[in-house]
């Protein structure tokens, strides 16, 4: 699998889909890592999901990125947070806010535990459109090195001045919802499309379409079977599409 800024391109999202089922987890994180996938995104609000990673990864932490999210309205919730997830993960390769929740407060003290080396990279996320403004300004003050989005054939906003400035700023991008949440896959075009695209299957031509945008650096199809781990992570290697197979994935998502 190709690499970028934040290693092996294709990594797992864990919202909704093994919660605290440490079996399934076991199962879809040990495919993906099988498969070369290394980052894994969670956070405080997905239930038990970073729990049941933490048990999924015994005897494999050092073959993972934790990529997961400070979720609280004040410093002490949020430092509650941290002392959990040091407990699971110990160090943080990538901890986020998440949804910018009260940003400004997380910031002075998430910066002190990545000066003692506890958190190797600072990011935030939001997955709203109406929010990217504030997104942008985050990025502004120059404090996060990643940064994560959805982005998708449907979901493009941002292309407009997120993935730009990102660029210019050198945040690593994050893409959530590359499969639209699941929406985006429920149809597949017919077999010729795929062979035009060089791919097996339609997952894979949507996170093949996220990653052909040299500004992203990892996306992270969330799944609860162990199969489709496998069939996405297969989607994480060269060639990638051109202009006008890009706009070959857009005409079937429309
Ligand atoms: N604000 C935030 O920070 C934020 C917001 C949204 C998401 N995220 C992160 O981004 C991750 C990804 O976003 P998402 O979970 O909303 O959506 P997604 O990854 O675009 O879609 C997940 C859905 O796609 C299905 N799927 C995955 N691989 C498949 C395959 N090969 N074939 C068929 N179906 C497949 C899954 O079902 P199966 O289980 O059947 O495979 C699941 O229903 C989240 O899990 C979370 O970690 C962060």
Redesign the pocket.
């Known amino acids: 699998m190709e690499a970028r800024r934040l290693g092996p391109v294709v990594g797992l ?5 093994f919660g605290s089922d440490a079996r399934t987890a076991r199962e879809v994180v040990g495919a993906a890592l099988e498969s070369g996938g290394r980052l894994f ?3 405080p609000m ?1 239930g038990g999901a970073e729990a049941s990673l933490a048990v999924a990864l015994r005897g494999r932490r050092r073959d993972a990125v934790i990529a997961t ?1 400070i979720w609280a309205a004040s410093v002490e919730e949020g430092r509650d947070q941290f002392r959990r997830q040091r407990e699971w993960f110990g160090r943080i390769e990538i901890e ?1 806010i ?2 910018l929740q009260s940003w400004e407060k997380h910031l002075h003290w998430l910066e002190a535990e990545r000066a003692e080396g506890r958190i190797e990279r600072l990011g935030v ?3 709203s459109p109406a929010s990217f403004a504030e997104l942008a300004q985050a990025l502004r003050t120059s404090r996060f090195e990643t940064v ?1 989005v ?1 982005l ?1 054939p449907r979901e493009r906003e941002a292309e407009r001045e997120l993935l730009p400035l990102a660029a210019d700023l050198g945040v690593a991008v994050i893409v ?7 929406s ?2 429920r149809r597949s075009p017919p077999a010729e499309v795929l062979e035009e695209l060089g791919v097996q ?1 339609w ?1 894979q031509a949507l996170l093949k379409w996220a990653l052909s945008d040299p500004r992203v650096d990892v996306v ?6 162990g199969e ?1 781990a496998r ?2 992570a297969a989607a994480g290697s060269p060639p990638w599409f051109d202009d006008e197979q890009r706009a070959l994935v857009e005409r079937f998502t429309r």
């Open positions: 999202g864990t919202w909704n889909t995104d969670s956070s997905y999210k986020q998440h949804n996320t939001h997955y994560q959805p998708n959530m919802r590359p499969l639209g949440g699941g985006l896959v299957t997952p992270i199809p969330a799944t609860r079977s489709h069939e996405n």
